[in-house]
């Protein structure tokens, strides 16, 4: 927010503005993209689907910071900017495809783990290198299953 705000004050009030703006909008559609990032991640990987369910992990995946948080707390500032921009653009699916693309980008550790506590720890904590790379992707990604936009971001 440093980038867009030029203090804390206004930083609360753009942040408390989009938290409100978010839950009037995308109440009703939050509690599907659980569901919504199964059918996807079934299409795009169904061997990583597969092993989540048999790890019995699906359930346990940090669905709250990802959906209800919009990924606050997980991904570091200016990563965030870029998938906040997309929901501000009419957009919570974009939601979805960054909680696909850190799956897909994680598979390897992810498929090595066969406890779904440690899968979801591990998810809750994710390393904050290369998370702008995992935004382009989840973008492309979103393009790819909801089609282009109006715009151009």
């Given amino acids: 927010m440093d980038e867009m705000v030029e203090n804390d004050v206004d930083a609360y009030w753009l942040v408390k503005y989009f938290v409100n703006q978010f839950n009037n909008k995308y109440s009703d559609s939050v509690a599907h993209l659980p569901k919504s990032l199964e059918h996807y991640l079934n ?31 997980c991904l570091p500032e200016s990563s965030l900017q870029r998938v906040w921009d997309k929901i501000i653009s009419g957009s919570c699916k974009i939601l979805v495809f960054v909680a696909m693309e850190i799956l897909l980008t994680f598979k390897i550790k992810l498929m090595a783990m066969n406890k779904a506590e440690n899968i979801a720890q591990f998810l809750q904590n994710i390393p904050q290198e290369n998370t702008d790379a995992i935004i382009s992707k989840a973008i492309d990604l979103w393009h790819k299953y909801v089609g282009n936009p109006l715009h151009t971001v």
């Fill in 43 to 73: 299409l795009e990987d169904s061997k990583l689907l597969t092993h989540l369910k048999t790890c019995l992990a699906m359930n346990k995946l940090p669905y709250d910071l990802w959906f209800m948080h919009c990924f606050a707390g």
